[in-house]
């Protein structure tokens, strides 16, 4: 019975190691300047992670101690975090599915178009009284103004690899025709009728392209990005906390077999 609680104590102990990774994608999303300024997925990532540390060392106290209700409420509360976790896998999965860049001649880096994304995303940032305080989050950062400190040819911005982000809001759109200054500085549109992103272009540093919906799609092709990875981290905990969880389930039925087996054995003693 001791070996088998042991067991028990180490295997969840590999199961708090695992909270490591959610909890860190949940940080790292945080840190990301648009998923900051979005917050969306971050704190159900990190919240989830912290549970599954919890519920882990309740099984490692429960094991170690042998105190049979706390394991009880490990594989109960776990079994439910690891439907969570894989509830929230899918679900990134299914929102991230849809929407990319699409490419315009001459120029190496791409452009968004926001009807791309999964309705659920879209609806994240239409809301103008969402979008107000989304854009002034972003305006409040440098993205734009390191465009013009690396690029001052056209033909170097042209072929530049630059984010979805600043690809969406630091530039207007090509379609409009604007001739290029420097990265967020456009005069003369040609056509500036071709969208309605054309007419919200600003060359107030403040504005640039900040109203507009290629901005939009530019953050929720970001976030898309960053969401792949994090969803690649958590693909790989899930996957090993549900092998986990099944030899923390098998070592319980051992234990139980054992202590059952010792009674037994106590019991035709006495007879």
């Known amino acids: 019975m001791a070996l088998s609680n042991n067991v028990i104590g180490a295997i ?3 199961a708090m190691l695992l909270s490591i990774p959610v909890i ?20 159900p990532v990190i919240i989830l992670g912290v549970l599954i540390l919890v519920v882990a060392l309740a099984g490692f106290v429960g094991g170690f101690w042998r105190i049979p209700w706390l394991l009880i409420f490990y594989l109960v509360a776990m079994l439910l975090l690891i439907i969570l976790l894989a509830c929230l896998v899918v679900f990134i999965y299914m929102v991230s599915s849809r929407g990319g860049g699409h490419p315009v001649p001459s120029r190496t880096y791409l452009e968004y178009n926001l009807d791309g994304f999964s309705g659920w995303l879209r609806r994240r ?22 465009l013009n400190q690396s690029y ?12 979805p982000l600043q690809s969406g ?6 379609e409009c025709g604007y001739t290029f200054v420097n990265p967020t500085y456009w005069i003369s549109p040609i056509n500036n009728a071709a969208d309605m992103d054309c007419l919200q272009w ?6 640039l392209c900040y109203s507009c919906d290629s901005c939009k799609a530019g953050l929720l092709a970001n976030i898309k990005r960053e969401w792949i990875k994090a969803d690649i981290i958590l693909i790989f905990a899930l996957a090993a906390l549900i092998v986990v969880y099944l030899m923390g389930c098998c070592a319980f039925r051992n234990a139980k077999t054992e202590d059952l087996f010792r009674k037994y054995k106590q019991g035709n003693a006495y007879t």
């Open 169 to 174: 809001c630091c530039k207007p759109p090509t």
């Open 125 to 146: 940032v239409r809301s103008t009284y969402k979008w107000e305080r989304i854009r002034s989050c972003l305006s409040s950062s440098n993205m734009c103004a390191e």
């Open 12 to 14: 969840n102990f590999v």
């Open 152 to 163: 001052r040819a056209a033909q170097d911005f042209f072929n530049a690899r630059i984010t």
């Open 202 to 207: 600003s060359n107030e540093q403040t504005q």
């Open 24 to 43: 860190g994608a949940g940080i790292w999303l945080a840190t990301e300047p648009d998923n900051s300024c979005v917050k969306i997925l971050q704190w």
